[in-house]
């Protein structure tokens, strides 16, 4: 089970940080990648992932602004998002795949959670 918390409004330049509080598997074993779906859109490919060795990665619309990073101790995987623009609003999703590469496609995922509003005013 995945669950997703943080998201709320903020204005354009400010941060938000959400959490994927997972239960029912081992999350080392796992990567955790952040989707995120735009108002009317649909999911778009990973935002950030989070491979099972810790290793990162972001796509470049978000690089620079949004940290993704995991507690394997608590069950947790966070998505930092600092500088957020108004393009960022939506729902954002973790979700969660066994194995060792990069996931980068939502087909890839075999779990998800319920997701969690994000909205940017200008």
């Known amino acids: 089970q995945l669950v997703e918390s943080g998201g709320g409004m903020v204005q354009a330049g400010g941060s938000l940080r959400l959490s994927c509080q997972t239960s029912?598997?081992?999350?080392?074993?796992?990567?955790i990648g952040w989707f995120h779906q735009a108002p009317g859109k649909e999911r778009e490919g990973v935002s950030c992932?989070?491979?099972?060795?810790?290793?990162?990665y972001c796509v470049d619309s978000v690089k620079g602004r949004f940290t993704i990073s995991r507690d394997n101790a608590k069950n947790t995987v966070y998505l930092q998002m600092n500088n957020l623009k108004p393009e960022d609003t939506g729902t954002y999703y973790c979700?969660?795949?066994?194995?060792?590469?990069?996931?980068?496609?939502?087909?890839?995922?075999?779990?998800w959670g319920q997701g969690t509003q994000v909205t940017v005013s200008s």
């Open positions: 979700a969660a795949t066994y194995g060792s590469f990069w996931y980068l496609f939502h087909y890839e995922y075999t779990n």
């Open positions: 992932v989070s491979r099972n060795d810790g290793q990162a």
């Open positions: 029912g598997f081992t999350l080392e074993y796992y990567a």
